[in-house]
Every structure is written in C-alpha cells, then in structure tokens.
C-alpha cells in the first residue's frame, strides 16, 4: 500500500529535477551556516552556485563519521540550537557518541518516510505496532513509534528488555507487527516457547526488521518460525533512524530509498570513485531536505547496490539491495575478506543449529584464526558426540568450500551465547584488544 502515492510514483525525470533543485538548496544553507562545509568548499575552489547538474555532486568532499565527532555535539548544525526540537546521538560503541539535531520539520519527514516504509512492509491503521527497539537516543524506537502514529496505527511502545514480560504484551494486545532487531525477534520468539506462548498462533503478520546485517536465509527462518512476512529496514542515525529505505512488500527483493530526501550514490570504497548502478560498493547519502543537521555525501560504511529497474509495486524510488555488511565489518582472515552474514547463511542451513552465532577472531603463532561457535537445539544437544562431531566438521568443510577459509567450528548447548536486546555481538576479535 501506498502512502503518499504522488511522491511514491514520481516519474524518474521529475524525481532528478527536484533532487537537482534540492541539491542546490542544502549546499547553499550548509554554505551559509556550517562553518565546516564552508571551509571545505573554500578550500577546494567551488561555490554552492557550481552545483549546476546532479553530476556535480561528485565536486563536493565525502563528509566521514569523524568529522562528525570531531564537531561534537553541535558542531555542524545548519539551524540555531533554538530551533531543534529533539536530539538523537548514536550509541558510542565504537568511539565518541555522535549528536544530530532535529528540527520540527525533520521529524514531520521522518515521520512520513517511516509512515511509507512500514506501509511499503503491508502495514495499515488497522494494525497493532509493537515497538521493541530501543526508545531514547538511539533512533530505533522513536523513529518507528513516530511512523506507525503517523500511519494511524496503535503503537505499543514497549521499548528493548524486560523480554519475558513483552512476550504476554505481544499476546494480550494482539500485536499484528513486530518492529525490532532481527536478532532480538528472534529471542522473543524464543522465550515466548519457554513462556508457551507461540508466535504462529498470534494475529502477529509482519516484522519491520533492521538495525543490523542480517541475511536472506536468516529471512526465512524467521518467517517459518513466527509465521510472518519479515521485512527488512534500513536506516542510519547521521542521516534519519529506521525508514531511509524499506523494502516493499509485493516484491521483497531490495529496498526502496526515499529518493525526494535523499541522494545516493555507490563508490568504491577503496578509490572513492562512483560507481554504476548494479555494482557493489559503499553506500554514499547526502540529505536533501534536512534542516537540523544536513550533510553532504556522508559515508556510510554500507556495503549495497543500487537498482533502478521498475518494481512490481509501482514504487518508482530506487532500490538499495539487501545491505552485505559495513566495510568496517569485513573480518580479512590471512587475507581473505569474510562478511559475519556469510557464514550465518551456511549456519541457518543446517538442521539443529540455531541462528545464535559468534565469530572469534584471534591470531596465533603470526596467523589469523576464525572460530565459529554456534548453539546447537536442545533435541541434537542430547545426540551423539560423533553426530556432533561430524556436523562440526560438516560446517567448518562448507565455509572452506565457499568462503576459502579455514575455521574451528565449536558446537556450544542451547542459551550459552549471551542474548542481545538490541543489535547483537557477532564479532569478537581478539586481534584488536591485543
Ligand atoms: O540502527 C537505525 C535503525 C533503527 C535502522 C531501526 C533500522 C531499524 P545506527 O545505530 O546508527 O542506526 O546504526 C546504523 O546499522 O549503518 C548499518 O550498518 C546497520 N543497519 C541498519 N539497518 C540495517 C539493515 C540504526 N536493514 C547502522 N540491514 C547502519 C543491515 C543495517 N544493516
């Protein structure tokens, strides 16, 4: 379902004239505002005003994470601080926390791109909207609550943890749409078992998963398990929480990326060329209509493709592909580069292990080791050592097989893997702590 059908359908030639406009807009307001972009333009010789094509954008200087650190908190807001009405920062697990301010139309847009990515998901007012990311500063739970309020829907805004007690939520409200983790969906289901209650017997009909890498494979699992169709959302603290791209339902394969607001662009992560359409390489976005925090070819560290080929729904947006990582997720193992979701594929495929994995990475003797460990069900827990054994080995003759690695894969009992109720730890690599 649509919902906002005349920005949804625009044709591709009015779409670039207001990207194009739009483009000129936000590099004049950062070139009046920021002093950080003013200097970058300075420096290199060019004026908001040279903007004269969407070509021209490749003119302008990547903007990176660090500078946004390097400006915290308010450092690159374009507006007065009087005028932002919220702020959101980013969790800081991998270094300073990173602040972005909202005005009050920002989070009117944000609220409608949230509104057409969960509608895009099969969402309606008629549904129950469970909220299980987190609400506070990062923006999974504000940024999906505010979506479904704007869709009409009832939101349940149960936030992350306390996951026993959300389960009786899930069943007692009959949510019909769980927005969350795909890991932490996943644990839910998990405790409702233990707890008896099923998701197969809920009027629960469609997750609006996202936040972390997850795979096509994970997909169906998920799906299977809970009896729904599980939907993959993408969003990004420094551009706009969940609903910058969404995939749609109709047709489940890539995901739509609200093109009025936001420009993208693919470039190859090691030269920072752009690539063409179809290829794979790193997600680049600049925000066309952001007030509070505007920026200019941000990079994002997501790895995707982009297609521009007609989509069943009628949707005209582009369409991102299913995102395979971050570039600061490749694991290189003796020189070879492995995504987490690789392996995860070829885990979910046996029978008996359960989609809960970790992935440690050491180096001994000067050689780099990977060591999946992976919890088997409680039904093969019970098997044989030599069942076991074989499957072990099974695994780890996969992952050689196709990604060229050799691994030790430890077969671990049910819950032994520490549950996230946000995104999960897939990685721990002892490299980097040495
Ligand atoms: O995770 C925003 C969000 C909340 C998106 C809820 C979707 C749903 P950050 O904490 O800043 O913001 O993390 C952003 O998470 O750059 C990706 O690497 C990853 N990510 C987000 N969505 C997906 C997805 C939120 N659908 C970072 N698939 C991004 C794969 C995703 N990775």
Same mark, same amino acid.
Request: aromatic letters at 6%.
């Given at each position: 379902?649509?919902?906002?059908?005349?920005?949804?359908?625009?044709?591709?030639?009015?779409?670039?004239?207001?990207?194009?406009?739009?483009?000129?807009?936000?590099?004049?307001?950062?070139?009046?505002?920021?002093?950080?972009?003013?200097?970058?333009?300075?420096?290199?010789?060019?004026?908001?005003?040279?903007?004269?094509?969407?070509?021209?954008?490749?003119?302008?200087?990547?903007?990176?994470?660090?500078?946004?650190?390097?400006?915290?908190?308010?450092?690159?807001?374009?507006?007065?601080?009087?005028?932002?009405?919220?702020?959101?920062?980013?969790?800081?697990?991998?270094?300073?926390?990173?602040?972005?301010?909202?005005?009050?139309?920002?989070?009117?847009?944000?609220?409608?791109?949230?509104?057409?990515?969960?509608?895009?998901?099969?969402?309606?007012?008629?549904?129950?909207?469970?909220?299980?990311?987190?609400?506070?500063?990062?923006?999974?739970?504000?940024?999906?609550?505010?979506?479904?309020?704007?869709?009409?829907?009832?939101?349940?805004?149960?936030?992350?943890?306390?996951?026993?007690?959300?389960?009786?939520?899930?069943?007692?409200?009959?949510?019909?749409?769980?927005? *969350?983790?795909?890991?932490?969906?996943?644990?839910?289901?998990?405790?409702?078992?233990?707890?008896?209650?099923?998701?197969?017997?809920?009027?629960?009909?469609?997750? *609006?998963?996202?936040?972390?890498?997850?795979?096509?494979?994970?997909?169906?699992?998920?799906?299977?398990?809970?009896?729904?169709?599980?939907?993959?959302?993408?969003?990004?603290?420094?551009?706009?929480?969940?609903?910058?791209?969404?995939?749609?339902?109709?047709?489940?394969?890539?995901?739509?990326?609200?093109?009025?607001?936001?420009?993208?662009?693919?470039?190859?992560?090691?030269?920072?060329?752009?690539?063409?359409?179809?290829?794979?390489?790193?997600?680049?976005?600049?925000?066309?209509?952001?007030?509070?925090?505007?920026?200019?070819?941000?990079?994002?560290?997501?790895?995707?493709?982009?297609?521009?080929?007609?989509?069943? *729904?009628?949707?005209?947006?582009?369409?991102?592909?299913?995102?395979?990582?971050?570039?600061?997720?490749?694991?290189?193992?003796?020189?070879?580069?492995?995504?987490?979701?690789?392996?995860?594929?070829?885990?979910?495929?046996?029978?008996?292990?359960?989609?809960?994995?970790?992935?440690?990475?050491?180096?001994?003797?000067?050689?780099?080791?990977?060591?999946? *460990?992976?919890?088997?069900?409680?039904?093969?827990?019970?098997?044989?050592?030599?069942?076991?054994?074989?499957?072990?080995?099974?695994?780890?003759?996969?992952?050689?097989?196709?990604?060229?690695?050799?691994?030790?894969?430890?077969?671990?009992?049910?819950?032994?893997?520490?549950?996230?109720?946000?995104?999960?730890?897939?990685?721990?690599?002892?490299?980097?702590?040495?």
């Amino acid at each position: 379902m649509l919902f906002n059908t005349r920005q949804e359908t625009l044709p591709r030639e009015e779409i670039e004239t207001l990207q194009l406009r739009r483009l000129q807009d936000v590099c004049a307001r950062v070139y009046a505002n920021v002093p950080f972009y003013r200097k970058k333009f300075d420096e290199i010789g060019i004026q908001p005003s040279d903007i004269k094509s969407l070509s021209d954008l490749q003119l302008i200087p990547f903007t990176e994470k660090q500078d946004l650190r390097d400006h915290y908190p308010y450092g690159l807001f374009a507006v007065p601080r009087e005028n932002i009405v919220r702020l959101q920062a980013s969790s800081g697990t991998t270094g300073k926390a990173v602040v972005l301010g909202y005005t009050q139309r920002d989070l009117d847009n944000w609220a409608e791109m949230a509104a057409r990515s969960l509608s895009a998901a099969g969402v309606t007012r008629k549904d129950v909207v469970h909220v299980a990311y987190g609400y506070g500063l990062f923006t999974g739970g504000l940024g999906a609550h505010g979506g479904a309020e704007a869709l009409g829907a009832t939101v349940v805004p149960a936030s992350g943890g306390a996951t026993r007690r959300q389960t009786y939520l899930l069943r007692d409200f009959g949510a019909t749409v769980l927005c *969350c983790t795909p890991s932490y969906a996943l644990h839910l289901w998990e405790s409702g078992l233990e707890e008896g209650i099923d998701f197969r017997e809920l009027p629960l009909r469609i997750g *609006c998963f996202g936040a972390e890498p997850w795979s096509e494979v994970m997909r169906k699992d998920i799906e299977q398990k809970m009896g729904i169709d599980a939907m993959n959302i993408y969003g990004l603290s420094e551009i706009m929480g969940p609903g910058v791209a969404m995939e749609c339902v109709e047709a489940k394969n890539g995901l739509h990326l609200w093109e009025d607001h936001f420009l993208p662009e693919i470039i190859d992560p090691v030269t920072g060329k752009q690539l063409p359409p179809g290829e794979k390489g790193e997600l680049v976005l600049t925000t066309l209509t952001k007030e509070g925090t505007p920026l200019l070819r941000y990079r994002t560290r997501d790895l995707t493709s982009l297609d521009y080929t007609p989509c069943s *729904c009628g949707r005209t947006h582009v369409r991102i592909t299913r995102l395979a990582g971050r570039t600061d997720d490749m694991l290189i193992i003796r020189g070879v580069n492995v995504f987490p979701q690789q392996i995860e594929a070829i885990i979910i495929e046996n029978e008996g292990l359960s989609p809960n994995y970790q992935l440690i990475v050491d180096r001994k003797d000067n050689l780099d080791t990977l060591e999946i *460990c992976v919890e088997i069900d409680g039904q093969l827990f019970s098997d044989e050592i030599r069942h076991l054994q074989n499957l072990e080995n099974r695994i780890q003759k996969k992952v050689k097989e196709f990604l060229g690695v050799t691994t030790r894969v430890r077969l671990l009992e049910p819950h032994s893997i520490e549950r996230s109720q946000g995104k999960a730890k897939r990685i721990i690599d002892k490299r980097t702590m040495l």
